[in-house]
Structure formats: C-alpha cells, structure tokens
C-alpha cells in the first residue's frame, strides 16, 4: 500500500536530534501555538527529495497522509499536493484546492501555511471570485486567517496588491502575533514591487498596527525612514 510505503520511507529518514529542535523551534508545549504537535526530525529539502520520489502519487493518498500526527508527513503531503496542483489541468486543480480547504485543520502551523497557501489558494483564484479569503480572514482559526494573507503572495507576484491591502486592514486588530508578523511580510512583499502603495497603507495605519507588523513591513526601509515610523513622526 503507498500510504505505508510512503510513511515508512518518511520514518526511515528520522533524526531525533533535529525532532527536538524542532519541537522547541515550532512552539509545541502546553500553552503554545504548536502544542502537541509531533516531530520525526526531517528538514525540509530532505523532503523535497522525497515529494520527487513519489510525484505521481494520488491525491487519495496525500490526503491520508495529511491526516498524519508527524508534522513533517503532513508538510510532506501538502508539498505533494502543491507539485500535483503546478502539473494538473483545470478540473484536478480545483479538487486539489477544495481539498486543501476543507483539510485546514491538519494545516496548523506557520510553515505548513506558508510553503503551500499561495502555491494552491492564491494560485487557483487568480482570475476567480477572491470572497473565500475574507471570510477565512475573519475565522477563529489562526491558521485560517493566516492562510487568507499568505495567499495573497500569489497575487502580490504578480503586482496585483489590492485584496493584500484589504485583508491586511482587516486583520489590524487580530490578536496574534503569526498574524502580525504575515501581515507585516505581505505589506514588505508589497512594497518590494511598489513601495508608493505601502507608504500610502503604513500612513494611514502605522499607528494603529501591532509593532511587530509595522517592524516586518519596514524592515527593507532606509534606517532614517525606519526610526520615523517607530518613533510616530511620519
């Protein structure tokens, strides 16, 4: 059975000194955003290598692995659906994507997030109806909200930064800090391409924002520009 065979490779691959690390670095004690998750200790272009090996496995397959308690066996699973969604045509691509989002509570971490949302979400609503990424921007669900801004990379690539700008003003106010620190990298991917449109958001919100936004959407600024930022003298 390939769900075995693939979990059984994914095993062999184990380091436990990189588990622990890991199990520290994603926050996974009691209390924490990670908390429970587990680790097998595999990095991440090790698991790149193994998405290769097995690119023509089914969709079917990826989604039992997805359902795994290892954390890299699920980042394993979304990394395989996003190889699977750049090579599907049409109809595959849009199962691929309702798969994703109607799986997102196996999607629960920041990585797991940001190597796959904008890859499958934001690449499959470029030229649809975009409502879907407000409504998850208002769920309960960190990782729902997050998914909602880091899709909007895709769109950002492709100097498209409205429904960026839309969803980071409507999550000025959320409560945790993997929120902010997105947002603010959205905000800094924004003004890579047109920092006009970023000076013009910061302006009207700087204020307001979380810190660590505002830090991550001006960490490229000069340190002159920075410092008037942080110190409210704009």
């Not at 954390?71 to 699973?77: D, G, K, Q, V, Y």
């Amino acid at each position: 059975m390939i769900q075995q065979e693939i979990s059984t490779y994914l095993h062999s691959l184990a380091k436990p000194e990189i588990a622990e690390h890991s199990q520290r670095f994603f926050k996974t004690g009691k209390g924490e955003y990670g908390y429970g998750d587990k680790f097998l200790g595999i990095r991440v272009p090790i698991l790149r290598k193994a998405v290769k090996k097995y690119k023509t496995t089914s969709l079917d397959v990826a989604v039992q692995l997805l359902h795994s308690e290892y954390h890299e066996i699920r980042l394993f699973a979304l990394l395989l659906m996003v190889t699977q969604f750049s090579n599907a045509d049409v109809d595959q691509q849009k199962k691929i994507y309702q798969t994703y989002l109607s799986h997102t509570q196996y999607i629960n971490n920041w990585d797991l997030v940001d190597t796959t949302a904008h890859h499958i979400v934001g690449k499959y609503l470029e030229d649809k109806d975009r409502s879907v990424l407000y409504k998850l921007a208002k769920s309960n669900v960190l990782w729902e909200r997050r998914i909602a801004i880091i899709s909007t990379f895709h769109f950002i690539k492709q100097n498209d930064f409205n429904d960026c700008l839309l969803i980071a003003k409507q999550l000025l106010t959320d409560k945790e800090d993997l929120i902010h620190k997105a947002v603010g990298w959205m905000l800094r991917e924004v003004g890579k391409r047109n920092q006009d449109m970023e000076v013009e958001f910061l302006k009207k919100h700087y204020q307001s924002m979380p810190r660590t936004m505002l830090r991550y959407a001006i960490e490229k600024f000069n340190e002159a520009e920075r410092q008037k930022y942080l110190k409210g003298r704009i």
